[in-house]
């Protein structure tokens, strides 16, 4: 069966650190795979997907970046994290239409 | 490209009572209509979906309903119970591109009061 790692659970960081979320899928091939963002209270805001290795696709104009260095491997960074950065990221993987996520890093900025 | 619309954004009920949250979208290419649950401090958890070409899917206590034509659907609950008590989020996809990513409601927060 497929199943999807994120790590770390927690993340305390300073503004203007660096930022890296890995995420990997296990147990299929070529997933579609996605980064949303949830701010305190808020819904689910799509940051980036990924159709294969490589390719990156951005929603919303921000202070992050993606990549997708391996089939199963997804890490969302950042060279300068903002107060606005922090929140709920969740990685997802999705065989279509469908999306399975992973548990999350919740992510302050101080 | 796809815009859903979900309300209430909160709702309260007494536990055995039914909740109903609503949902509308815009791209009348989507054909799959999902729902998902999320516990405080956890990852949103798939409960139920729906295809277009059903208008009612029942699964024990939950059930969805899909209007096309009227481009929304609900979520139903009933006998509700404590553990009820999360955020709910609808979603549909967008086809804009040549996959459908899910592009979510803001979710309604229900609580259950026992």
């Known amino acids: 069966s497929q199943t999807i790692h994120q790590w770390p659970a927690t993340l305390v960081q300073p503004v203007g650190s660096p930022l890296s979320l890995e995420c990997t899928v296990e147990g299929t091939s070529n997933p579609n795979l996605y980064w949303y963002r949830q701010a305190a209270g808020r819904g689910l805001q799509l940051l980036f997907y990924s159709v294969g290795i490589g390719q990156i696709s951005s929603e919303v104009p921000q202070n992050l970046s993606a990549s997708r260095p391996q089939d199963r491997q997804f890490i969302l960074s950042s060279k300068k994290l903002l107060l606005s950065d922090s929140g709920f990221y969740l990685c997802?993987?999705?065989?279509?239409?469908?999306?399975?996520f992973g548990q999350g890093t919740r992510l302050t900025v101080v | 490209g796809e815009n859903v619309e979900q309300h209430p954004s909160t709702l309260s009920v007494q536990e055995g009572d039914s909740a109903v949250i609503k949902c509308t979208y815009s791209d009348s290419a989507s054909n799959y209509f999902p729902w998902y649950k999320q516990e405080l401090g956890k990852r949103p958890q798939l409960i139920i979906d729906?295809?277009?070409?059903?208008g009612e899917k029942k699964d024990q206590r939950i059930a969805v309903t899909l209007n096309k034509t009227a481009k929304h659907f609900s979520l139903h609950i009933t006998e509700t119970q404590p553990e009820d008590s999360a955020v709910y989020f609808c979603a549909a996809p967008y086809y804009g591109g040549s996959q459908g990513n899910l592009i979510f409601g803001k979710g309604t927060k229900l609580s259950v009061k026992p």
């Open positions: 997802a993987w999705s065989p279509g239409p469908k999306a399975f």
């Open positions: 729906i295809r277009s070409n059903v």
